[in-house]
């Protein structure tokens, strides 16, 4: 069974070839725009293509049977509709919660034909990764909505989750919705963080136009977006499931472990 793993330059789709093969896959093979950045393990076949070159994926999908398609909500539906004139039997994508940006990601993939598995994850740890220039320089960390609450992911989660759907049947219709062991607070965020670093750290709660001009600064016209999204999670913060145990056997990764295994790019 030939498994194809688009982005496999990306964060998660370069972890769903390790995972794939952790599993026992044999025939996985890796559309990407690097493959030299991709530095993909021996054994995996690597193909040179992108979204915006169609005919790329094309040629990646020959043969292919189990799909694991990054989200690109521009390109998704076109690329589904590839997989199902190739004879795709079973395609997992990446979106998002259901009803935001990365809805086209789903639109795209059921309108191909092709049965699908949804995988919804929220926040991603890695965007903890905000606050590193401010731990890197001392232990004061500044930020908003210290109250917020949401129950992030590890990429690395995300990608074993993508590697058992994609080996196991009884997972076609479904849509998984993605989360960390735990809801946390942004405040407590920061406090496991510095656990996990062995750190003390302090958290200094920005409001108005300091916030405003602070995530601006550290994210351009990105930082408006990021604090409406936080606003908006103060009316409906988001739980914790138990979605990757049940599919795993085994508990999400916690903030602190995702923060210790991650040191350097706190340092």
């Known amino acids: 069974m030939v498994i194809l793993v688009t982005g496999a330059t990306g964060n998660v789709g370069r972890m769903v070839v390790d995972e794939l093969l952790a599993l026992g896959a044999t025939s996985v093979r890796a559309l990407t725009a690097d493959p030299e950045r991709a530095a993909l393990p021996p054994g995996v076949e690597v193909v040179r ?3 915006g070159r169609l005919a790329t994926v094309s040629d990646a999908l020959a043969g292919v049977e189990r799909m694991y398609l990054a989200p690109h909500p521009p390109s998704a539906a076109a690329v589904s509709r590839l997989a199902a004139d ?3 039997r079973h395609i997992v994508d990446m979106s998002g919660p ?3 940006h990365w809805q086209a990601v789903e639109d795209g993939v059921e309108a191909s034909g092709v049965p699908f598995t949804h995988l919804e994850p929220g926040e991603f740890m890695a965007n903890g990764l905000l606050w590193a220039p401010q731990i890197q320089a001392g232990d004061l960390v500044r930020d908003a909505y210290p109250e917020v609450v949401n129950a992030p992911i590890a990429q690395e989660d995300i990608a074993a989750v ?4 994609l080996l196991s049947d009884g997972h076609v219709g479904e849509s998984y919705e993605l989360t ?4 946390l607070s942004r405040r407590r965020k920061v406090s496991e963080i510095g656990a996990g670093l062995g ?3 302090r958290y200094v709660e920005l409001t108005g136009d300091a916030a405003r001009a602070h995530f601006t600064s550290a994210m351009g016209d990105y930082g408006a977006w990021y604090l409406e999204g936080l606003a908006a999670l103060e009316s409906s913060p988001q739980q914790a499931t138990s979605t990757v145990f ?4 085994r508990p999400a990764m916690s903030y602190r472990e ?3 295994r991650h040191p350097d790019q706190f340092r």
């Open 258 to 260: 995702w923060a210790s």
């Open 98 to 100: 259901k009803g935001a």
């Open 199 to 201: 750190r003390t750290l």
């Open 86 to 88: 190739h004879g795709v």
């Open 162 to 165: 993508a590697a058992r759907v």
């Open 180 to 183: 960390g062991p735990v809801a």
């Open 49 to 51: 293509g992108h979204f």
């Open 246 to 249: 049940d599919l795993l056997g």
